[in-house]
């Protein structure tokens, strides 16, 4: 996948969304192999992020709605037997699922599967590092969009102690991959930039930036809230010079660099204003209510609840995937008005 400087060299340093190219065509190389399934385990959440709820959201999936462990554990064995090999739980938030380790512990057993890794808000981390690495979870992402307490809670309307707390846990603990992701809200979070930088290399965590997408909500992407991964990039050059990190850190899609004198490993995530960010995407979404998706950035799913209700039948859940698998667009739909429908929490964060 090639950079941010180079899939948008056009980009000025303070781009408006007005000034983002169309979509272009994806080029005829381009190869993509299913390997990785992100599986949505509840839709609730302890946060109320500003780019994920509105204050008052309470239009939660019924419980029986939500696909049960027995459920989850039939769709990544068959997801396997067709080359998936890396699954990644997230919510909402997957700590607030009462049986999350349990799942932890069946996933991991399960033939084909190489690693199960998790993505929180950290909001329960304290309590819970102990008992995820003690089930076997060894990679864990944990969101973090500000260090500044107030600023902090004025994003998440939460607060930011317990997940700087849990940080800590997670790394005393000696978990294999630690990673904070932060996303760029412009007017919000960008001066706390170089702040969240200087945290991660104090406790050698890969930190990630990832571009503002309407995935909730679309009046969240205005030209007043969109801060681009172009614009973060210039601004830590202005501390440090930024290396291109050659060795392998993870299975998605970010592009690390080394800060060496800060002591810093920071990676970019641009969905919008990288033009070949779909070029190499590997994955699969399973939302928490049972439904296939095969792109984030467009709005087709595939129902498995006929296949797994009443009774789970492994040969259909099969074919189900194969079509999703043969379904996935080349390229999403965030730069193209798009309007979400479902909030991010329900597909899988």
């Given at each position: 996948?090639?950079n941010?400087?180079?899939?948008?060299?056009?980009?000025?340093?303070?781009?408006?969304?007005?000034?983002?190219?169309?979509?272009?065509?994806?080029?005829?190389?381009?190869?993509?192999?299913?390997?990785?399934?992100?599986?949505?385990i509840?839709?609730?959440?302890?946060?109320?992020?500003?780019?994920?709820?509105?204050?008052?959201?309470?239009?939660?999936?019924?419980?029986?709605?939500?696909?049960?462990?027995?459920e989850?554990?039939?769709?990544?064995?068959?997801?396997?037997?067709l080359?998936?090999?890396?699954i990644?739980?997230?919510?909402?938030?997957?700590?607030?699922?009462?049986?999350?380790?349990?799942l932890?512990?069946?996933?991991?057993?399960?033939?084909?599967?190489?690693s199960?890794?998790?993505t929180?808000?950290?909001?329960?981390?304290?309590m819970?590092?102990?008992?995820?690495?003690?089930?076997?979870?060894?990679r864990?992402?944990?969101?973090?969009?500000?260090?500044?307490?107030?600023?902090?809670?004025a994003?998440?309307r939460?607060?930011v102690?317990?997940?700087?707390?849990?940080?800590?846990?997670?790394k005393?603990?000696?978990f294999?991959s630690?990673?904070?992701?932060?996303?760029?809200?412009?007017g919000?979070?960008?001066?706390?930039?170089?702040?969240l930088?200087?945290?991660?290399?104090?406790?050698?965590?890969?930190?990630?930036?990832?571009?503002?997408?309407?995935?909730?909500?679309?009046?969240?992407?205005?030209?007043?809230?969109?801060?681009?991964?172009?614009?973060?990039?210039?601004?830590?050059?202005?501390?440090?010079?930024l290396?291109?990190?050659?060795?392998?850190?993870?299975?998605?899609?970010a592009?690390?660099?080394?800060?060496?004198?800060?002591?810093?490993?920071?990676?970019?995530?641009?969905?919008?204003?990288?033009?070949?960010?779909?070029d190499?995407?590997?994955?699969?979404?399973?939302?928490?209510?049972?439904?296939?998706?095969?792109?984030l950035g467009?709005?087709?799913?595939?129902?498995?609840?006929?296949?797994?209700r009443?009774?789970?039948?492994p040969?259909?859940?099969?074919?189900e995937l194969?079509t999703a698998?043969k379904?996935?667009?080349?390229?999403?739909?965030?730069?193209?008005?798009?309007?979400?429908?479902?909030?991010?929490?329900?597909?899988?964060?």
């Amino acid at each position: 996948m090639l950079n941010v400087v180079q899939s948008y060299s056009a980009m000025t340093l303070a781009p408006t969304l007005r000034s983002l190219p169309p979509l272009g065509e994806t080029p005829s190389t381009v190869r993509r192999v299913i390997d990785y399934m992100r599986i949505s385990i509840t839709d609730r959440c302890n946060q109320r992020c500003l780019y994920c709820y509105s204050e008052n959201f309470n239009s939660w999936s019924a419980r029986k709605d939500l696909l049960t462990a027995p459920e989850i554990i039939s769709v990544v064995r068959s997801a396997a037997e067709l080359g998936v090999r890396h699954i990644r739980l997230t919510g909402g938030e997957p700590l607030m699922r009462e049986d999350v380790l349990t799942l932890i512990k069946q996933l991991k057993t399960l033939p084909g599967i190489e690693s199960v890794q998790l993505t929180t808000n950290g909001n329960r981390l304290t309590m819970m590092a102990d008992d995820l690495y003690e089930a076997g979870l060894r990679r864990i992402n944990i969101s973090l969009d500000a260090l500044n307490p107030s600023l902090y809670r004025a994003i998440t309307r939460s607060d930011v102690t317990p997940v700087l707390d849990g940080i800590r846990r997670v790394k005393e603990l000696g978990f294999e991959s630690v990673k904070l992701n932060t996303v760029l809200m412009r007017g919000r979070n960008q001066h706390q930039l170089m702040s969240l930088v200087h945290f991660a290399a104090e406790y050698d965590i890969p930190i990630r930036f990832i571009e503002l997408l309407p995935v909730s909500f679309s009046e969240m992407l205005d030209e007043q809230n969109f801060l681009s991964i172009g614009e973060v990039r210039a601004e830590l050059a202005r501390h440090d010079s930024l290396v291109p990190v050659t060795e392998f850190l993870g299975h998605g899609p970010a592009t690390y660099y080394r800060l060496p004198e800060i002591g810093a490993t920071v990676g970019f995530i641009g969905a919008l204003t990288d033009l070949h960010f779909c070029d190499s995407c590997n994955k699969l979404r399973l939302t928490a209510d049972g439904k296939l998706r095969p792109c984030l950035g467009n709005h087709i799913e595939y129902d498995l609840k006929p296949v797994l209700r009443p009774a789970i039948d492994p040969a259909a859940i099969r074919m189900e995937l194969q079509t999703a698998i043969k379904g996935k667009p080349l390229e999403h739909l965030f730069r193209d008005h798009y309007q979400p429908k479902r909030i991010m929490t329900a597909i899988g964060g």
